[in-house]
């Protein structure tokens, strides 16, 4: 199984925004500009860690995929 690409995950939580917490909306908010932006730059380690475990809790494990 192929991983999700981060855009994906960030678009498939963009797509659900609405059963997200205030916390998780939060959280992808600063993920979602940049990425809607068009910059290229890196996530620091708390957006992955923050973006990994909302996909995870609401589509499945990204490890071992």
Known sequence: MRLPTTTQMVQSLEEISGDLTDQER??????????????????????????????SAYFGSTANA
């Open 26 to 55: 939060a959280a992808l908010a600063p993920i979602s500009a940049v990425m809607h932006s068009g910059q290229v730059t890196r996530l620091d380690s708390e957006q992955v860690e923050a973006l990994d475990a909302m996909y």
